[in-house]
């Protein structure tokens, strides 16, 4: 069975960091490319990052690109999302999820992490 | 980057009755297409990708039709457990990914 724990979320400051973790088990990791997803209190589910299966490749959001870093590590079958520069348009529930075998839709996903950024 | 518009907004269906999304992309997608449901306080679920292919475990009461820029999740008879929150994907032309505003079905 295929599951995905995020943590890390919490309350930062405007400008502040957070560091979102999640971990994943039930499957091969290092095979399959993975994604976070957010969404916003109210509002629709907003992309905002894709990592290949072997990290080396990564893709952003306009909204998070050079704030955020998407990273992996498949020994320890975990992803990271290093958040920097934070915003109060980051507030959201971030989702982790595993992507499809070769297309980039969501098959599994996390339960979330509720990310708040409010002074 | 692809805009995809998900009607109507709030659609209200009785239990047992025939409920009819509409996805629509502002340039061809292809058959690149996922739906998902969501459910108050829970994460999405993938139900429909490659536009027609039902997820492991989906009830056989959802379809999903069409290819290029237009899309349909069909669910052919409403249960109580489907009332929720439907968005359409694209994942054709990226980055960036792209979600419909999605389509909430509700209790009439």
């Known amino acids: 069975e295929v599951q995905l724990l995020e943590s890390g979320g919490g309350l930062a400051q405007p400008g502040g960091s957070l560091r979102l973790s999640c971990a994943a088990s039930?499957?091969?990791?290092?095979?399959?490319?993975m994604s976070w997803v957010r969404q916003a209190p109210g509002k629709g589910l907003e992309w905002v990052s894709t990592?290949?299966?072997?990290?080396?490749?990564?893709y952003y959001a306009d909204s998070v690109k050079g704030r955020f870093t998407f990273s992996r590590d498949n020994s320890k079958n975990t992803l990271y999302l290093q958040m920097n520069s934070l915003r109060a348009e980051d507030t959201a529930v971030y989702y982790c999820a595993k992507d499809g075998a070769y297309d980039h839709f969501f098959q599994h996903w996390g339960q979330g992490t509720l990310v708040t950024v409010s002074s | 980057e692809i805009l995809m518009t998900q009607s109507p907004a709030t659609l209200s269906v009785s239990p047992g009755e025939r409920a009819t999304l509409s996805c629509r992309a502002s340039?061809?997608?292809?058959?690149?297409l996922a739906w998902y449901q969501q459910k108050p306080g829970q994460a999405p679920r993938l139900l429909i990708y490659?536009?027609?292919t039902r997820a492991t475990d989906i009830s056989a009461r959802f379809s999903g039709s069409g290819s290029g820029t237009e899309f349909t999740l069909t669910i052919s008879s409403l249960q109580s457990e489907d009332f929720a929150v439907y968005y359409c994907q694209q994942y054709n032309n990226w980055p960036p990914l792209t979600f419909g505003g999605g389509t909430k079905v509700e209790i009439k």
């Open positions: 039930g499957f091969t990791f290092s095979s399959y490319a």
């Open positions: 490659g536009a027609s």
């Open positions: 340039q061809s997608v292809s058959s690149d």
């Open positions: 990592i290949s299966g072997s990290g080396v490749t990564t």
